[in-house]
């Protein structure tokens, strides 16, 4: 007995050095992200004001007005009028110096590791995210954001990825029977997650639980395409969205590069009402590390990934693709003319009605956050769609989507005061919306200097253990 106490005594004591630790660095993370706190910058408290002088970008159709003022009330668009016709006693009145107003952009497929990202985003004129593999360090930002705690863009998060018991990997939640699907469900709306997301391994059992109980818990559903039905099957009233266009290829198409099978694919989405986020940046980049022969992965943006992934995920993927390129010499070109497929196959969505929604699969360990949303931009246009097309899909589109981004997108009496001012008409350069003179969430202002805070602070960060730890807790609580 006296062995067993002395073991369970150092036990004891071994746990409590360890949940000391774990507090400790976990404090440390916190205090490092304190510059992210609303009170720290006076000016961006108020979100109440008159903006004059501006030229806005409204996002309801290809045009610019021109001249006008705004009146912005407790982070709402009260009323647009013409220059200098705004007096209203009370609030300040902030020269917008013939500048240009826009919605701010809107990433509908992300994946946040820690929140020193929300000051990326926020940089990048992103004001509000769609994250896609939730956990429950999620729930805590999206409450701390809602309460005015810290500057962020706003913040929506799915569940767990849920998944078949056939399906491995601890990134995913293995079901195994229709009953407890339904109860996962029911849980995580509780628990305030704001959709669902389903992941690559359902089977039909499962999706049909998963999108019943989903209709009755009034919740929606993001879908990454699964291998266990057509891809035809899996569009249903309650999933709002279809991820990555490599899996329309690879689930859709069985892998055949052919301009004459993609009608159906594309009539479904119509007839469905069902938007699509193509995340085309990451394949891109895919070619990028495969095109630069060994030269590894760009470091400009490399810096802006968290430390954790770039040890799990982004030097794996530059591993893995050096090594298919040296057993396959043609992989280059093969993903390249898969890419130029992910072109034409876009612009044939767009030409026919399709939802598109910007989604660029940031916190992968190849797409920087904030960043890619620009890349994956460019990628639009490079496919043929207009400048004002092309923003459409980070603006008016996500408030198509789903009841978390209605009343956003658009310049308009009414509408939350999530915008953007540039210097330039990005209808016409749609490059000024990567350098914001200022942006704006909810009306909190945020000016350059604090968003080139944001970045510096963000620049080869460490916290791996920090994010590590989170994880742990993830794979604890989910799992």
Known sequence: MKYIR??????????????GYILIILAIDYYKTD??????????????????????????????LEHKSIFIKEGFIKKIAEADSLHIDGYDIINGNNMFLSPGLIDMHIHLWDRYELGLYLANGITAVRNLWGYPMHLRIKKDIENKNILGPMFFTSSPKLTSSDDPGDDKVQIKTADEAKKLVIEYKKRGFNFIKIYAGLNKELFKAITEQAKVSNIKIV???????PYLKQFNSQVVSMEHMEEIVQEGLNFNLDTTKVKPIIQKFVATKTSFSPTLIGYYKIYEMLEQNGNGL??????????LIQITDSKVQYSRWKSEKTLNPSITEAIYKQHQFHLYLLKQMQKNGVNIICGTDAGIGITAPGYSLHEELNLYKEA??????????????????????KNMGTVEEGKIANLLLTKTNPL???????????????GHRINQNTLSLFINKAINRNGLVTTAIRYAEYLFVEK
């Open 6 to 19: 002395i073991f369970l005594k150092s036990l004891t004591l071994l746990v409590l050095i360890l949940a």
């Open 298 to 307: 760009n470091p400009d943006f490399l810096k802006y990934i968290n430390p």
């Open 384 to 405: 043929g769609l207009s400048n004002y097309e092309t923003l459409k899909t980070a603006t008016i589109n996500p408030s198509k989507t789903q009841k978390e981004f």
């Open 428 to 442: 016409k350069d749609i490059e000024t919306l990567k350098f914001p003179e200022c942006v704006m969430v909810k």
């Open 223 to 229: 879908s990454h395409p699964n291998r266990n039905m």
């Open 35 to 64: 510059y992210l706190k609303l009170n720290n910058y006076p000016d961006s408290i108020k979100n109440s004001f008159v903006i004059n002088n501006v030229n806005i970008v409204p996002m309801t159709k290809d045009t610019i």
